[in-house]
């Protein structure tokens, strides 16, 4: 090639290498988003990295349970109600050994004031017990004739000067036809009613001042019609208040209660008859109420009922 045709050469070379097409570039990130197209679904989204914030420590609560809230609390007020009724069973222990104690010391009382007059009160007759002991002149005997006589002793007095009485504490009960000692001269107290004073002829009751309520007792005058030392010490005295029919057991019911009936051939009594009756009542069916005849073998068959006599406050 001639010499002077290489400058034209390198001169079309140069031309034909700029007019080529460049080689593609990589394009650099940009942080300015881009809008999808609106004719294209939209792109998955990576989710977010959850970030933790500690809760306080005085803020947290503890739940130790799988179980849900409302069975829980219900557990825990079962466990709560089981509780007091232990508590409840406790007290009602305590309450019991309370009261058994109460009636121990009650017995223990009451062993000690009718002692003597359990010793005089034997099956035979002429007030026994009487010449067991030196029974003073300013001493009647008597017996309950109340369905409970109490004891009683003086607590206080009012602006005259009777005693105020108020029951024996502990609470002393003896059974109708209990028979006892008491000093003749009877204390009225405050309200007006009659006392009298306990005899113990063994002197083996407390040394306080015992009284028996007049009109659950009857005295027994030793000049008494009839004579109350031809009866036995458990009967008493009584006045017929109106006409009444004596009765008889003549079964049972299912409550094992004895039923009466009038004894046949009728026998009445008329108001104002005087009879001599056990004080201690018999229940009988229909929640009635009969007062046995004294029977001088010990074994009463005949009854009158409860409502229609009444026992005298002295066998005179």
């Given at each position: 090639?001639?010499?002077r045709s290489l400058p034209v050469f390198f001169v079309l070379v140069l031309l034909l290498a700029a007019?080529?097409?460049?080689?593609?570039?990589?394009?650099?990130?940009?942080?300015?988003?881009?809008?999808?197209?609106?004719?294209?679904?939209?792109?998955?989204?990576?989710?977010?990295?959850?970030?933790?914030?500690?809760?306080?420590?005085?803020?947290?609560?503890?739940?130790?349970?799988?179980?849900?809230?409302?069975?829980?609390?219900?557990?825990?007020?079962?466990?709560?109600?089981?509780?007091?009724?232990?508590?409840?069973?406790?007290?009602?222990?305590?309450?019991?050994?309370?009261?058994?104690?109460?009636?121990?010391?009650?017995?223990?009382?009451?062993?000690?004031?009718?002692?003597?007059?359990?010793?005089?009160?034997?099956?035979?007759?002429?007030?026994?017990?009487?010449?067991?002991?030196?029974?003073?002149?300013?001493?009647?005997?008597?017996?309950?004739?109340?369905?409970?006589?109490?004891?009683?002793?003086?607590?206080?007095?009012?602006?005259?000067?009777?005693?105020?009485?108020?029951?024996?504490?502990?609470?002393?009960?003896?059974?109708?036809?209990?028979?006892?000692?008491?000093?003749?001269?009877?204390?009225?107290?405050?309200?007006?009613?009659?006392?009298?004073?306990?005899?113990?002829?063994?002197?083996?009751?407390?040394?306080?001042?015992?009284?028996?309520?007049?009109?659950?007792?009857?005295?027994?005058?030793?000049?008494?019609?009839?004579?109350?030392?031809?009866?036995?010490?458990?009967?008493?005295?009584?006045?017929?208040?109106?006409?009444?029919?004596?009765?008889?057991?003549?079964?049972?019911?299912?409550?094992?209660?004895?039923?009466?009936?009038?004894?046949?051939?009728?026998?009445?009594?008329?108001?104002?008859?005087?009879?001599?009756?056990?004080?201690?009542?018999?229940?009988?069916?229909?929640?009635?109420?009969?007062?046995?005849?004294?029977?001088?073998?010990?074994?009463?068959?005949?009854?009158?009922?409860?409502?229609?006599?009444?026992?005298?406050?002295?066998?005179?």
């Open positions: 090639m001639p010499q007019c080529a097409p460049l080689s593609p570039q990589a394009i650099p990130p940009t942080n300015t988003p881009v809008d999808p197209p609106t004719d294209s679904a939209p792109a998955p989204t990576a989710a977010p990295i959850p970030t933790t914030t500690p809760t306080p420590l005085s803020a947290e609560v503890v739940v130790l349970t799988n179980e849900p809230l409302n069975i829980v609390l219900t557990a825990v007020n079962l466990q709560l109600d089981e509780n007091n009724l232990r508590l409840t069973e406790a007290a009602n222990q305590i309450a019991t050994l309370s009261a058994e104690r109460d009636l121990l010391e009650t017995q223990i009382a009451a062993a000690k004031t009718q002692s003597a007059a359990e010793a005089g009160n034997q099956n035979n007759t002429g007030n026994p017990g009487d010449d067991d002991y030196d029974i003073p002149s300013n001493v009647y005997t008597n017996v309950i004739i109340a369905d409970k006589g109490y004891i009683f002793v003086v607590d206080g007095y009012n602006k005259n000067g009777a005693p105020i009485m108020n029951f024996y504490e502990p609470r002393v009960s003896f059974p109708a036809g209990l028979r006892g000692w008491a000093y003749k001269n009877a204390v009225k107290a405050d309200g007006g009613a009659l006392y009298y004073q306990v005899y113990d002829p063994d002197g083996q009751t407390t040394k306080e001042k015992l009284y028996y309520q007049g009109k659950q007792i009857q005295i027994k005058l030793p000049n008494g019609n009839p004579n109350p030392a031809n009866y036995p010490p458990d009967v008493a005295k009584a006045k017929v208040l109106e006409r009444v029919t004596v009765h008889v057991i003549v079964g049972y019911n299912d409550k094992d209660k004895p039923i009466f009936e009038p004894y046949k051939p009728y026998v009445h009594y008329e108001p104002g008859k005087e009879l001599i009756l056990y004080p201690k009542y018999v229940l009988g069916d229909g929640a009635t109420y009969w007062y046995p005849i004294y029977d001088p073998d010990g074994k009463p068959s005949a009854y009158l009922p409860a409502a229609k006599v009444a026992f005298l406050y002295i066998w005179d």
